[in-house]
Structures are given as C-alpha cells and as structure tokens.
C-alpha cells in the first residue's frame, strides 16, 4: 500500500465527517497556540525588560520624593522635598560613587507645525547622561553646555516625529509648554539630537528634551528635585545602600532599585508563564482525549468498514495505518492553524502583557511608562508548535487505531 | 510431493470444525468437514439456516480459523500463515461477494472497486483504469462516479462483482449473493458468474437458498447440522444464458 494512498483515503475520510473533524482540529489549534502565544510573548517581555535594565544598570537607584506617588497632594505640606543638601547625605553613604539629581516635568514641544504632547522635559547634569544612559549617543551635535540656560539637546522621536514631514535640525527653536502650568512657554535652542534608544525603565528618552540642570533650575524657579539618581560602586552594593536610605529617611521618600524592579517583573511574568502555560497544556491535553473519543466513535461507526477492508486482504499493519493517518492529518492541521492562531494571539496577549509589565513603573502620576516588547519566534519554538500537536495527535490515535487493526473480520461484517 | 498447479485443488478442507463459545456454553458450527473442490468448478452450498454453510464459507475464505482441521487453499495450508500472510492470500486469490453488498457508502462506485487494488499498492492511473474496464463489463461504467446510496440493489451487487473480479481472484466466494435482488439482476448476476467461469476459469463457491441459483452450478453441497448431507453433480445448463 502506497503511502500516499494512505493519506488519500484519511483526508477523504476527515473530509467526511467535516464538522466533526473541525471541531477535534479546534482542540488541537487552541492547545498549541496558547502554548505558542505564551512562550513567544512571555521570552519576549523578558528579553525586553532585560534590554532595559542593561541601558540603565545593575547599579542605579532612584530616589524621589514619597509624594510624587500619591496623586500630587501637595496641600498638606508636609512632604519631604530632596534638596542639595541630600545630594551630599546620600553621597556619603558607604558603596555610592556618584549622586545624580534631576528636575522632571511633563512638557509639550511644539516647532513649526509639530505639537508633540507627551513630551519630558528633564534637567540634569548633561555630562552624566552617558552614564545614567547606557549606549546612549548623539546623532548630530552636542550635549548643551552648563550654563547656556537657552541650550537643549532633543530625543530621537521629538527631533523626527512619525507622520509628519516637519523635521527638527540643529540650532532651531522649539518652544516648550510644561504640564500643568499657566506660565505660558519656554523657547530653546536645540544644540543636540540623540540617536533612537528606546524606554528605560522610567521614561521614553527618545521623547525627552534635556536641559541643564542649572537651566532648569531657573526656568522652573525651584531649588528642589524631582528625583536623584544614585550610583553605587557594584550592582551588589544596591541592596545595602537602598537599605541605608531607607533607614534614614524613613518614609519620606521613594526608592527604586531598577534590578529588582526587574526581578519582580520577571518572577510575574514568569509566573504567568507557568499559569497559562499549564492552561495550554491541560487544553492539549483535552483535545488529545477528543481525539481519542472520536477516533473510537469513528472506529465504532466504521466497523463494518474495517471488516471489509480486511476481507479485501488489508494487512492489520495498513488498517492501523490508515486510522493513525488520520490523527496525525489532524495534528498537522492543527498544528499549522494553532500555529497562526498563536503567532495572532501572542501580540494580543503582548498588549496585555506588557500593560502588566508596566504596572508600577510609573515615576510619575498620570504617567503610563509601559515596557514595550515584540514576541520572540525562535525556530525550535514554531517547530515545536508545529511538530508537537502531531505527536500528541498520533499517540491519542493510537489505541483506537490498534482496536480496529485487531478486529475480527468476521464479527466486524456483522456489525450493523 | 507438491501436486502441479492445475492439479492441486482450489479449497480443500481435511476434518474442519468449528466452534462458537458464548458464554460458557459452546456452539458447534461445524462438526468435521472434508471436502475438494477443483480448478475451475462453480459449486453451490445449500441447506437450512444454521447449518454451517456461511461459517464453512468463512473458514475457506481465510477469515476466520477452524477450530480443528485444516483449510487448504491451491496448495496453502492457511495454519502456516499469519495474519499478514491471509490478509495477502486474501488479496490475491480470493474474492467476495455478500448479500449485503457490503460496499463502503462513503465512497463512489468506482473508489469501491479500487480498494483491494490499493492494498497492493496499484498505482492509481493503472487500477482507475482497470477498476473503471471492470465496471464496463458489468455495464455500471456510466454510474462509476455514484455512490451506493444512488444506485439500486441490482446496481449495488455488481459493483460489488465487479470488485470481487477486480483483482483477477482465482477463488470467488459468495454468500447468498443474489439474496437481495430481484429476479432479473439475479439471472443477469449469474449468467455474468457462469460467464467468467468458463472463459477464465475462475472457481465459485456460492452459498444459496435459492434453487435456481443451485440449479445452474456443477455442483450442489448440502449442508445440515454442521455436516455434509449430500453432495450432488449436476450437468451445467449451458444454455442457462439464454433462458
């Protein structure tokens, strides 16, 4: 018996009974794309959080008033606000290597005819951005000097919105609104553009205008920071000195380790992985028992068949064959749509996904600071999303297919 | 020792019996048959409901095993074949024909007679063509395409003729196979059997009520109680096609 025969006469009989092969197929394709989804978008959110933390460091620490986490309540007045002076505590600390403050604000950027809303205005130390910034470079110009006050150096999106034709180049004005103010704008002249480099963990650089800090100091006409950054010795020294900090300011303010920001995102993620991975397979699982029902329904129903073709001289070998072909014709179908399926679904559940992986992330109110990520397809992943409903497919044929290969010829021609 | 081929009978049987446990109770079927038949002969069997005529059939057509006794088919002793080994007996020398029909509804006229043919792995322009020649000499070529559920009894049976000669058997074993039809199919069915008989030689061993059928075959078996009652050689009519 040929083996294309084989397969001949096992799509003929799936083609048969339509309905119900769609439906044993349905069990399979929904099985392997919820496998498929979740590992692709979860070893993508991982490896996007990853990127992140090597931008920013194993050895940075964030500081910030603990007001900044509460809707803005400043009327009570009794928040703490990080001056100069906690730049030199915090310095003093055992294993830090360098203080870093900011000043912070959500801005809008407008130059000819691009308004960009969810801009950030930040002032900082220009000359430690590279170090704050891992891999962080300029696509044309330079940093802003210190004490030019009218000096700026622009994000990558900012400089080149997407959709518009107006584009942003060196010594232009942009004219800049902050967030919830009514002193109406600042004008700078932009001296830098930073190459594309993506999110960090708190905010969108590429839609960031950086200023100096005393720059910013001035035009915001305040002497207190947003935040601090701080940079210990080594990565293990984090641990110890967020400690250190949070002994001696108690709860006054905020502080964030982006390592285990990381670490906890991970064991969520991981977490979940493990969850709906387990769905998956209880649902692999499921369909691979339908299989088996319908494979034995299917033996039941053809058992006057099977008696026929074994008086015509088919070999118990070539009738098993012929049932098990129809399983595995199941699985490759199966496999291929809930292959599809899952390469669908794994950027549907990516939007959710990384909705969760931002949670918490925010440094700001009303800031959303998503960990964007694309789902990762390796090879051996969509092979074994391919490959691994075929086997599940032919091993739930296998014991019905073996009963009908074992039949007794002459009581299956009986059978009514 | 091996007799020539054209000597060596087509079935013998040495002493068969055959017995069905139900329970705890058993049912002899058969109770010691020995019989040959030769080459070329067109045998009928007959006797009352029970007697052990459609199980004797379905000894000799290497579906089932004697209990005791041994079936020899052209030379084959069956007890010296495995399962693979009948099944490939039965492929190539045997061919049935059933009352029933039995003829795979799903498939079409022409996909019924194909399927001893894929069995042994007939490429598929060859056994189209051979299927759809073996359909034309049973004048069902123009309905090759229906299913059996489109065709009449008649219709039915000759696919299932046409299927059973397919594979050019050199055995044709039928079990009551002008049972469903009425009598103008039966008497075209068996002058269609008498037909390839005598220009092929093909051997046919029909299980029969009826005495017309028995009536045109060289010889009449009569089984009761799981025993040969009689056996009986009659002149073949010949002429039988014209009547």
Redesign the interface.
């Known amino acids: 018996m040929r083996t294309s025969d084989i397969f001949k006469l096992a799509f003929k009989a799936l083609r048969d009974r339509k309905l119900r092969s769609f439906l044993t197929i349905l069990g399979i394709m929904i099985g392997s794309a919820i496998i498929l989804a979740l590992i692709a978008s979860s070893s993508g959110l991982s490896a996007g959080v990853q990127s992140q933390v090597s931008k920013i460091g194993a050895n940075t620490l964030t500081v910030s008033s603990a007001r900044q986490f509460f809707g803005g309540g400043s009327s009570s007045g009794q928040t703490y606000q990080l001056s100069q002076q906690d730049v030199s505590t915090i310095k003093s600390f055992q294993g830090v290597s360098d203080v870093i403050p900011y000043y912070s604000q959500r801005a809008t950027v407008s130059y000819g005819s691009n308004s960009i809303g969810d801009a950030e205005l930040i002032g900082v130390d220009t000359s430690a951005l590279f170090t704050m910034y891992k891999q962080l470079s300029l696509y044309s110009g330079s940093l802003p000097d210190s004490y030019d006050a009218s000096a700026a150096a622009v994000g990558y999106s900012i400089a080149f919105p997407t959709g518009s034709s107006d584009q942003l180049t060196l010594n232009q004005m942009i004219s800049i609104t902050l967030g919830g103010s009514s002193s109406g704008s600042l004008t700078f002249l932009v001296k830098g553009i930073f190459s594309e480099y993506g999110r960090v963990l708190f905010s969108d650089i590429d839609a960031t205008v950086f200023i100096s800090l005393q720059s910013a100091q001035i035009l915001l006409k305040t002497q207190y920071f947003s935040g601090l950054y701080v940079m210990t010795n080594t990565a293990g020294d984090v641990t110890t000195v967020q400690q250190e900090i949070e002994s001696y300011y108690g709860t006054e303010v905020r502080v964030m380790n982006a390592g285990s920001m990381v670490s906890s995102v991970e064991s969520i993620t991981s977490q979940m992985t493990v969850f709906l991975g387990s769905i998956g397979a209880v649902s692999l699982f499921v369909a691979a028992v339908g299989i088996t029902n319908t494979m034995f329904v299917s033996v039941m129903e053809r058992t006057r068949e099977i008696g026929i073709l074994k008086a015509l001289g088919y070999k118990p070998k070539q009738i098993m064959g012929m049932f098990l072909s129809e399983a595995a014709l199941s699985g490759v179908v199966g496999g291929v749509g809930g292959t599809i399926l899952g390469y669908v679904l794994s950027f549907i559940l990516g939007g959710s996904l990384s909705m969760f992986g931002g949670f918490g992330m925010g440094g700001r109110p009303g800031q959303t600071s998503s960990t964007t990520f694309t789902p990762v397809f390796t090879p051996e992943l969509v092979a074994f999303s391919l490959l691994f409903p075929i086997g599940i497919a032919v091993l739930a044929g296998l014991y019905p297919a073996w009963r009908a290969s074992r039949m007794n010829a002459v009581v299956a021609l009986k059978y009514e | 020792m091996e007799l020539p081929s054209s000597t060596r009978p087509a079935v013998q049987t040495i002493d068969i019996t055959k017995v069905y446990r139900v329970g705890h109770i058993d049912y002899p079927a058969l109770k010691g048959v020995t019989l040959k038949i030769a080459k070329g002969e067109l045998v009928s069997v007959v006797g009352p409901s029970g007697s052990g005529k459609s199980t004797f059939l ?1 000894l000799i ?1 290497a ?2 095993p004697p209990t005791s006794g041994r079936v020899i088919i052209d030379g084959i002793d069956l007890k010296k074949l495995n ?2 080994g009948l ?6 020398r ?1 061919g ?1 024909v ?1 009352q029933s029909f ?3 509804q ?2 079409t006229s022409i996909e019924n007679v194909e ?2 043919l ?4 007939v ?2 322009k060859v056994r189209k063509s051979r299927s759809l020649k073996m359909l034309s000499a049973v004048g069902l070529a123009p309905k090759a395409d229906k299913r059996p559920t489109e065709l009449s009894g008649g219709e039915q049976q000759r696919v299932a003729i046409a ?1 059973a000669l397919v594979t050019r058997p050199a055995l044709v074993l039928g079990d009551e196979p002008t049972g469903n039809v009425d009598s103008k199919t039966t008497h075209e069915v068996l002058s269609y059997i008498v037909q390839v008989n005598k220009t092929l030689g093909t051997t046919f061993i029909l299980v029969t009520h009826n005495p017309d059928v028995a009536n045109m075959t060289n010889r009449v078996i009569t089984f009761k109680d799981g025993l040969i009652e009689k056996e009986q050689y009659l002149q073949r009519m010949d002429s039988y096609t014209g009547s």
Not at chain 2, 87 to 92: D, I, M, P, S
Not at chain 2, 118 to 121: K, L, N, S, T, Y
Request: proline share 7%; net charge neutral; no cysteine.
């Open positions: 379905n057509g579906l089932d399962e693979d099944a490939l007996l039965r492929n190539l045997i049935f059933y039995n003829l795979i799903r498939l399927m001893p894929i069995a042994r792995g490429p598929e299927r």
